[in-house]
């Protein structure tokens, strides 16, 4: 007596799911559902808030994608404050990533062009009257096309990144999408820093 799906002890479906392609699996860092709560541990947030940890929720996703650039910006939000952090893939490896922690600092019209140097200024949280003066060199300017997602769903825009970096490790990101322009801020973090947990994505609906 043969058993239900098989022949001679063989599965009458083996062959189909061994030819079946597999999904390639999601890196945990890559495509981060929206909804999801993402948790900062960082140097920053403890030098802000006190707290060791804080939970934060992805509002906005961006992608990025240009020549030997892959970045996530993962637009994150809590009662306070929104954060962003950043997502790049090392060229050359398989799933290694640099992670960074930003802030949207300015958006505005572009004028003129943008400079190769660029100097910001900020609070002294040291001394009131006086600020601090951050250069910034320019070191890249890269053509990518960028999705957007967020809660109303998803488009594509094209889009130069000026890339800047500064003596002291600190990082400047402008995005200039048509004739507006993004300020991003931030500076590297590691990865035990972050923490996800994904939102439960919906299936598709079968027919």
């Not at 306070?80 to 949207?104: L, N, Q």
């Not at 600092?105 to 100097?119: A, K, N, Q, V």
């Not at 970096?165 to 995005?175: K, L, T």
Request: proline share 5%; glycine share 6%.
């Amino acid at each position: 007596m043969a058993l239900f799906g098989r022949k001679g002890g063989r599965s009458l479906f083996g062959k189909q799911k061994e030819t079946e392609p597999k999904k390639p699996e999601r890196h945990e860092l890559v495509d981060i559902p929206m909804d999801s709560m993402i948790e900062l541990s960082d140097i920053i947030t403890y030098e802000e808030t006190g707290d060791t940890s804080r939970a934060f929720k992805l509002v906005i996703r961006k992608k990025y994608e240009g020549d030997n650039l892959r970045r996530y910006m993962y637009h994150i939000r809590d009662a306070e404050e929104e954060v962003v952090v950043g997502v790049d893939h090392i060229p050359g490896t398989k799933d290694e990533y640099e992670i960074s922690r930003w802030i949207v600092d300015d958006e505005c019209e572009l004028g003129d062009p943008l400079p190769d140097d660029m100097t910001l200024y900020y609070p002294d949280p040291d001394n009131e009257n006086e600020d601090i003066a951050i250069e910034y060199s320019r070191q890249d300017i890269v053509n990518a096309t960028l999705t957007v997602t967020d809660a109303e769903g998803e488009e594509k825009f094209e889009v130069e990144l000026h890339e800047y970096a500064s003596g002291e490790d600190d990082f400047m990101s402008i995005e200039l999408c048509g004739d507006w322009l993004t300020f991003y801020t931030g500076v590297l973090i590691n990865r035990s820093d972050i923490e996800i947990y994904p939102a439960m994505e919906p299936q598709p609906e079968r027919k």
